[in-house]
Structure formats: structure tokens, C-alpha cells
């Protein structure tokens, strides 16, 4: 049994908080907002989670060091927004060496940094890693089959946290490209913004699956350019996660999207759906990121000119389908 600190009572946080319970371990959950503790403390339901039920011996606490010292690990489970900040507070905590992975999706806005890196800035004792893949917290609060990839950049922490994470309906794979795993999981937002948006339109499957296999195309030029790993961008981390993020009504992403393709703001598709919408923070900072390296993002530039620059969305789907002609692969005819 692990002693293990989740940082962050959200839906994907207290969803991963029930998988860790239920594989044999103490779980004490922390989070900044009172209100929030004294839902769980109270009901043992997140009311983002209904029907997912957090067992009554669970621990629950506003206090940071309560939930941060003498763990094993630590799951930083907060919206990629805030996680400077809460790394910030985990530095007075975190002990020399302390294993945290981060398991929120996205690339700091001003600094251009995957969240891994941002957390290492603030907590420089302490050793980072991370989680991700194609992954709802409403499916995994509820125990269903789900495959993801914890990567770091020692096999023996990817083969701790395997060893903490799986069990017979949450199967994990372990990586070292941690950049690779964190740009396809930010970037693939921005692209499911823009499914969500073709939806809005009344776009069919055809446009959805443009979308994705463009969508990772440029996932995967940027994220090798960046010094990401190919098989990365084509694995669970990348392609996997764009589909599912794509596809599902769980995705915040796609929600907002859709909300937009039907005429909303961006500020008020995010204010509808009334939870952090990943894609909106890394879309400007991918752009940032394409002029950095020289790579060409059409699908996210375009998502950048709907979400704040007030293009009409059919427009900016009839631009893409406009561009010049191109070939899909660069093999050179015989």
C-alpha cells in the first residue's frame, strides 16, 4: 500500500482518487476551495462525478501539508491554469526527491512551457512525471476499461507509477518522451475545439475525421520539431487521445466547440459549460510555438482567429478547405 497525496478534488482528480482507493491505497484529498472539501466531506459524490462515490474513509482537507507530507507520490490533479500557482505552494512541502506527476493537459500560456516543466521550475526537489491518455473521469470514476501512458525520465519512476496506477480495468503503459506525451495531450484540445465547432456548423463524419487526421498531422510536426518522438504523436498520448477527445460529449473541449460553431462566444461557451476548457490556454500558446519553429498549424490557426479574433467559424472551415493544394505524403513521385 501507497500513501498518496491528490492535488486537485476535481472530477478527474476524485475519479483517480477512487481508481488509487480501489487498487489498496490511502488516499487523502486536498483541495484550495472549501466549499468544494466540504461537498466531498459531506456527501462523498463530486457533483461533476454523480453516481461515482468516494469511500467514506477517505480524508479530505483544505490543508496542503496534511495532504503533501510523507507520501509516496503525489498526483497533481489541478486545471493547467493553475498549476504554477499550486506547485508554487508544494514547494514548502514537497520533500527532496518526492515523485509528483502531473496529470493536467496543456502549455502555460506566457512562458510556452508543458506543465511538467513548470512544475519542475517551482518545485525543483522534487521529481516530475506524468500521466496521460484517452481518459474521461466520468468513465474512469465509474471503472470502465481505460489504457494510458505514465511517462518520466527514469524507467524506475514510469515503473512506480505503472505499478500504482494499474489494475484489471486501468492498464498503463510507461514512456520516456514526457515532452512528446505533454504537447500531443495540450495540443489535441485546440484540434478538439475544432471538432466541436464543425459539429455546431451540422458537419458530418466526413468533417470529423478531416479534422482528426489533419489534426494530427500538425500535432505531430510541431511535437517532432519541439523534439517530441513520432511514435509518440501516433500512440495513446497523441492520435488516442485526439479521438477521444474528438468524439466524446464528456470533452469540455468539444462542448465549447460546439457552442461556438452555434453562434457563442468563446467566453460564453466556456461560461456554458462552467468548467476549465483546456483548449482555449494552449491555443494561443501553440501559435507562439509554430512561429518559434517554423511549422505550419492551419487547423489551429484558424481555431486562434474564431476563438479571439471574432472570425465567423463557417468562414474559417471554408478557408481551410480553400488552402492551396498540397500532397498528403512527401515521397517524391517515380
Not at 36 to 51: F, Q, T, V, W, Y
Not at 124 to 148: D, K
Request: charged content about 20%; proline content about 3%; aromatic content about 4%.
Amino acid at each position: 500500500m501507497a500513501k498518496i497525496g491528490m492535488i486537485g478534488a476535481g472530477s478527474w482528480g476524485s475519479a483517480l482518487a477512487v481508481l488509487l482507493h480501489n487498487n489498496g491505497h490511502e488516499v487523502t484529498v486536498w483541495s484550495a476551495l472549501p466549499d468544494e472539501i466540504r461537498m466531498l466531506s459531506r456527501d462523498h459524490e463530486h457533483k461533476a462525478l454523480p453516481g461515482v462515490k468516494l469511500p467514506e474513509e477517505m480524508v479530505f482537507t483544505t490543508d496542503l501539508r496534511e495532504a503533501a507530507e510523507g507520501r509516496d507520490l503525489l498526483v497533481l490533479a489541478v486545471a493547467s491554469p493553475y498549476t504554477r500557482a499550486t506547485a508554487r505552494k508544494l514547494k514548502d512541502v514537497a520533500a527532496p526527491g518526492q515523485i509528483i506527476v502531473n496529470v493536467a493537459k496543456g502549455i502555460e500560456e506566457h512562458s510556452l512551457m508543458p506543465l511538467s516543466q513548470v512544475v519542475e521550475e517551482e518545485v525543483p526537489q522534487a521529481e516530475v512525471a506524468v500521466l496521460s491518455g484517452p481518459s474521461h473521469a466520468e468513465e474512469v470514476g465509474r471503472g470502465l476499461p481505460t489504457t494510458i501512458v505514465a511517462g518520466a525520465h527514469r524507467k524506475e519512476t514510469a515503473e512506480f507509477i505503472q505499478n500504482i496506477f494499474m489494475s484489471e480495468v486501468f492498464r498503463v503503459y510507461i514512456s520516456p518522451d514526457v515532452l512528446g506525451m505533454e504537447l500531443g495531450a495540450a495540443l489535441k484540445n485546440v484540434v478538439a475545439l475544432a471538432a466541436g465547432i464543425a459539429d455546431g456548423l451540422g458537419y458530418g463524419d466526413n468533417t470529423k475525421a478531416a479534422l482528426i487526421t489533419r489534426g494530427i498531422a500538425e500535432i505531430s510536426r510541431l511535437g517532432t520539431a519541439m523534439g517530441g518522438k513520432a511514435e509518440t504523436f501516433n500512440g495513446l498520448t497523441g492520435i488516442g487521445d485526439l479521438i477521444v477527445t474528438c468524439a466524446s460529449m464528456h470533452s469540455r473541449n468539444r462542448r465549447a466547440g460546439i457552442l461556438i460553431g452555434k453562434g457563442y462566444t468563446m467566453e460564453a461557451a466556456m461560461k456554458e459549460v462552467n468548467m476549465v476548457v483546456e483548449g482555449v490556454y494552449s491555443a494561443k500558446a501553440a501559435m507562439e510555438l509554430a512561429k518559434k519553429y517554423s511549422v505550419s498549424l492551419p487547423i489551429i490557426e484558424q481555431v486562434n482567429a474564431v476563438l479571439f479574433e471574432g472570425k465567423n467559424a463557417a468562414a474559417a472551415v471554408r478557408e481551410l478547405m480553400l488552402r492551396d493544394k498540397k500532397s498528403e505524403i512527401s515521397q517524391e513521385w517515380n
